[in-house]
């Protein structure tokens, strides 16, 4: 009997300690996404364009979209935080898409923080991958900054050539209407929806696998940025862009969702998700058709190496 309580005792000790962590985690996040979309309000007022807000506000609407997977009659709760939220996005300038997308996504990580705290471990799965995302951004752009002041020389003008002409073309096609380009640029931007939908219908050890195959692919990647630096032919006049081409991470990551969705109906999905990737990294402008290829080989050996269980281990349970 006297085991018995102890037991009981040191799980409501585990569960205070999950909660306080889960609110200390909030306490940092939160702070870094408010004033990065007040970094975004001001620069789309001063300099007329938002090439700044990257990938954060659809990596940040993975709150909301995994909150849905969690418990979808809370989502009317998601909306109700999140529209206070879209009318201060809306007073910072912020474009409306990327203030919808970012006020839905804090109103879904808030919502999560919730869950998180009253001790359900799924919520909390939830909640750190939901702020793990967005966050990621951020370390990315720091990691791409260094990789950038290394490497002074790009390589752009090699991997240009060798696929015929074929990026150039495609990229000035796109170039040649503003909805053409805008519709390539949504759908090279929804790469991290596509990961979180996938991440909110996969649990238990297939999760895991997934985590840590694309936290894998992430850090494999950095190496290569530095000995093949190349930025795309969007940013070749830019000399501090990012040196994130070969191989694409877009089509890597694109790759390794669906090497590991489970269902059928989100297996096919992601494979024809590839297809709308490979094309738009290229009508972007950011990738070159070499990009491409590298991705393939090297996403199956992130796949393999995440199957045998290396790199950064994920605990999820069902």
Not at 115 to 136: C, D, E, K, T, W
Not at 173 to 182: D, E, F, T, V
Not at 277 to 297: K, Q, R, S
Request: hydrophobic fraction near 55%.
């Amino acid at each position: 009997m006297n085991a018995q309580v102890e037991a009981e005792s040191v799980a409501r000790q585990s569960s205070r300690r999950v909660s306080f962590r889960t609110l200390a985690l909030a306490g940092v996040w939160a702070p870094l996404i408010a004033m990065y979309a007040m970094f975004v309000g001001v620069a789309a007022t001063i300099r007329g364009n938002t090439s700044y807000i990257c990938f954060l506000d659809s990596l940040t609407f993975s709150g909301a979209v995994l909150c849905a997977g969690y418990d979808r009659l809370r989502i009317g709760r998601v909306v109700l935080v999140a529209t206070p939220l879209f009318v201060f996005f809306e007073l910072l300038r912020v474009p409306a898409l990327s203030a919808a997308f970012l006020t839905l996504g804090l109103g879904g990580v808030i919502v999560l923080a919730f869950y998180a705290v009253s001790g359900s471990q799924l919520a909390r799965q939830n909640f750190q991958i939901a702020v793990g995302l967005p966050m990621f951004v951020l370390l990315a752009n720091f990691v791409n900054g260094k990789v950038a002041y290394i490497t002074p020389h790009i390589l752009d003008a090699a991997l240009l050539k060798t696929d015929g002409g074929m990026s150039l073309a495609l990229y000035h096609w796109a170039l040649a209407s503003p909805s053409r380009l805008a519709t390539v640029n949504i759908l090279y931007g929804s790469l991290p929806l596509e990961a979180a939908i996938v991440l909110a219908c996969t649990t238990g050890s297939g999760r895991s696998q997934l985590l840590r195959a694309l936290c894998f692919a992430a850090l494999l990647a950095v190496p290569c940025y530095v000995l093949v630096p190349a930025v795309g032919q969007a940013h070749v006049a830019q000399p501090l862009a990012f040196r994130n081409c070969m191989p694409s991470l877009h089509m890597t990551w694109a790759t390794l969702l669906w090497l590991n969705s489970r269902q059928p109906w989100l297996r096919r999905g992601t494979f024809c998700f590839m297809f709308i990737i490979a094309f738009t990294t290229i009508a972007t402008g950011e990738h070159y058709v070499l990009d491409l290829v590298a991705a393939l080989p090297f996403a199956w050996m992130v796949q393999r190496l995440s199957e045998a269980g290396t790199g950064p281990r994920i605990a999820v349970t069902e």
